[in-house]
């Protein structure tokens, strides 16, 4: 039997980057894509409570199932492993996110959120993105590596609520210079909400912001990012500081 694939993103399902993933994906298995119906990025690992989930079928071709959900990616993921693969999943994919989730990026992304929520159920998920917001981005230079990190998990499996955190860097004519395994940049987005006014003279706020990066050592994704390679961050469900569990025993248990 064939392996099993689930697909979700947080732009849309009808963005390139989940039609170009799914066309991969369907080259090791039947595919199910469930995502959300309008972008959905910035949602982290938020679910929708405050109102009813609608799924609409998209489309359905040689072994390719194309849903629309009007939840969040995290929805997508639940949603469609309980009421709409006809059998277990064998691996859960993300993206291809346009635009970056490397470093601090991971704690907003909704193309993470499901991969996460993926992971902690039991079941084997990897990221995909891509540093570029292009609505018609290209993945050309990406295929080869899916193609690569995709037949590697399913042969090997990922370890226990690890999953993966795949970053490419734009597109251009010298191509990527390899993959590299990282720890995450430690950074940070310098956040603003400029004021702004209405037609009507009425205020209203938007985010914007910097981000701000200093830690860039040869081991981290974004000096891979930054040097032409593509990033694979091991990315893990424990938000446990395991470092400061002594520091933190002397202070409090005296």
């Known amino acids: 039997m064939k392996p099993l694939i689930l697909i979700t993103n947080d ?127 290209d993945f050309s230079l990406c295929i080869p590596y899916i193609r690569q990190i995709i037949s590697t998990v399913i042969e090997k499996g990922l370890p226990e609520k690890v999953s993966l955190n795949v970053n490419f860097p734009q597109a251009s004519a010298e191509g990527y210079q390899g993959l590299k395994i990282c720890r995450e940049s430690k950074a940070l987005w310098s956040d603003s909400f400029e004021r702004r006014q209405d037609p009507h003279g009425a205020d209203y706020y938007w985010l914007t912001g910097n981000f701000i990066c200093d830690d860039k050592a040869p081991d981290t994704d974004q000096y891979a990012l930054e040097n032409g390679y593509v990033s694979v961050v091991p990315t893990t469900t424990d938000f446990t500081a395991h470092a400061a569990l002594s520091t933190l025993t002397k202070q409090f248990e005296q």
Do not use: W
């Open 11 to 137: 732009d849309g399902y009808s963005a390139k980057g989940i039609a170009e993933l799914s066309k991969i994906a369907a080259e090791f298995g039947d595919v199910v894509v469930m995502a959300p119906d309008l972008n959905a990025s910035g949602k982290s690992h938020s679910l929708t409570t405050d109102r009813p989930l609608r799924v609409t079928p998209i489309s359905h071709n040689e072994g390719v199932s194309v849903f629309a959900c009007s939840g969040t990616p995290v929805d997508c993921v639940k949603l469609a492993c309980e009421h709409f693969c006809c059998r277990k999943a064998d691996l859960v994919l993300s993206g291809i996110n346009h635009g970056s989730n490397a470093s601090v990026n991971v704690l907003y992304s909704g193309t993470m959120g499901a991969v996460i929520e993926a992971s902690n159920n039991g079941y084997p998920a990897i990221g995909f993105s891509i540093l570029d917001h292009d609505p018609d981005a």
